[in-house]
DNA sequence: TGCACGATGAAC
DNA sequence: TTCATCGTGCAC
């Protein structure tokens, strides 16, 4: 198991995302490490992208997404629930990786399919917003040994708004995973 | 300062 | 399908 470097993030959004699946998410808090592999993920390309938070420019609440790749993004959506994302490619291009559901392999007993849930069930809220997953207290790890798992996608999850960039297929799936936070009709090329 | 609206989840 | 519930961004 290695934990993902800088470069790792810091490159095409789209290609982050995919290397995302499979991988491992490690909360450690108070010497508890919690763990859960990634088979959910969603790609936001960056402010020319409708869906993407950077799309209404720089704000402070953007401001991580447009900073150093391989930073935790979180924020509130619908006044109740976190989403975690990552930061990807070069500083300015505010781009970012969504997680969307893991699967519970260590000390995580709630449900995780679901941004959302997944938030919840790790205690992960704005306190870790800008975290730099390459310290602690948040970060992913990869197992180079591990076989590369079979991917699905379809559209991403609420972003009808979005015009043609709703129906982009920047979602992407660990097929075969039971842990996955259903909805649209899936498409799998 | 006010207001419309979500990268959701759970209940009905 | 509906609703809970509030931070954000933008209009005024």
């Not at 997404?65 to 505010?94: D, K, L, S």
């Not at 009808?160 to 090329?189: G, I, M, N, Q």
Request: hydrophobic share 40%; aromatic share 8%; with cysteine.
């Amino acid at each position: 198991m290695e934990k993902l470097s800088r470069r790792f993030y810091a490159r095409d959004t789209k290609q982050v995302a995919l290397d995302l699946l499979g991988t491992y998410l490690v909360r450690m808090q108070n010497g508890v490490r919690r763990v859960g592999r990634i088979v959910e993920v969603e790609a936001y390309l960056g402010p020319h992208d409708l869906a993407a938070h950077s799309a209404r420019g720089r704000t402070a609440r953007t401001e991580v997404m447009f900073g150093q790749p391989g930073h935790a993004y979180v924020y509130m959506i619908y006044g109740m629930h976190c989403c975690f994302n990552v930061v990807t490619e070069r500083v300015g291009h505010a781009s970012a990786v969504l997680i969307r559901a893991l699967e519970p392999l260590e000390n995580v007993t709630a449900n995780t399919r679901g941004p959302g849930l997944l938030c919840r069930a790790l205690d992960i809220d704005r306190r870790l917003n800008g975290a730099d997953l390459l310290g602690e207290e948040i970060s992913i790890f990869a197992d180079k040994q591990a076989a590369r798992p079979m991917i699905g996608r379809s559209a991403r999850i609420g972003v009808a708004y979005a015009r043609h960039w709703a129906a982009r297929l920047l979602r992407f799936y660990v097929r075969d995973s039971a842990y996955l936070s259903r909805r649209p009709k899936d498409r799998t090329e």
